[in-house]
């Protein structure tokens, strides 16, 4: 799997989710994703309650997230937790506390249990 | 006498001591607040191990108990650990039992009436107060993502709250706690109007007393407040916002109402009995701990 395609599920997940749409309904956040081993940026927009993705970079991101893109794929498709790398400074955050904490939110709504 | 303290991630500006008798025992409890800093309370923990009888964490939860499942928050293992010989508890064991009670008995003598709408600030850290509430037909809302993570998102069942906790919690409680919950001079942030439409649609206000504080309105006219860890302070706050009714969930020694796991630690002190034992629902029953109910006139 690839990033976009593992950012695609992602956005399909948080889209077809009526309790994740109504929690995202007034977040409108740019977030930039920066493979640090490959030069491949990618991104992820929400706003009023819909999540799109799309290859390259993105102006003014509020969120900025670094890993390689094997763990931002991983990530991403849910084949693990962003605390694992979080925790062992494998993926590094960039942003507002509660942005970065409503993406991991997200990601275990998704993916959690 | 028995002697417990409290060490707190909150801050240092609330450190205390007072004196309490349970089950005939007198018990000094002194309160160390840390400022958030985890290393501190560590050496505080490391300081007072085998000269207190017990320890209580204040200002962070060890396990927040879902039904049958106990998660337990990895920053508040650590700092458990720093005691090789004292106990220390967080006063989960309290929330669960006492907590549940305090709903009854209010339901009971008829404070509070089934249908009423109850905001939760917090939920996921007294489960047993939400589980009361959904039992005895409370319509709950559990403000746990929005005041903890600011998604305007309101969890509007028992049901819901257990679904979502069970996701959420396996991995929230390996983050920092400082993520998770306000330590040392966050929990004195400014107020934050954002949410302040929950406060005024509930009937009943209840849980972490920190949310409320920083997440109420000015005026709650006629509101019921169910908390703890009040100071005088809090408690003039609220009578001038209107507030009808505070009921605290820990007794009030001193003017203030102390944390869970104040009182958690007083009864470990003197019975010598876990939390985590079959005997501890007697313990508690036996005590006879009960809160306070403040009622305030019209202002």
Redesign the interface.
Known sequence: MTLMQALSQFCNECNSNA?LR??N???NRRVLLNPDNVDSPHYLISENGEVSAGQGSVDNPDLVIEASDTILTSVFSGRM???EP??AGDLLVRGH??D???L??LT??IW?? | MKHVISVSLGTSDRDHEASMTILGHEVLVSRFGSDGNLKRAQAMIQEWDGRVDAIGLGGIDRYLVIKDQRFEIQDAVALAASASTTPVVDGSGIKDTLERRTIERLHRDGVIHGGQSVLMVSAMDRFGMAEAFGMLGYRLIAGDLIFASRINYPIRSVEELEELARKLLPELTRLPFEQLYPVGDAQRDGRDPRFTHYFSDADIIAGDFHYIRRYMPDSLPGKIIITNTTTRQDTERLRKAGVSTLVTTTPVLGSRSFGANVMEAALVAVTGVLPNTPDWAKVVEASQLTGTRLEFSSV
Do not use: K, V
Request: proline share 5%.
């Open positions: 309790r109504e929690m309904r007034d977040w937790t962003p605390t979080y925790n506390q509660d970065i904490m409503r991991d939110i275990l709504l959690g249990d």
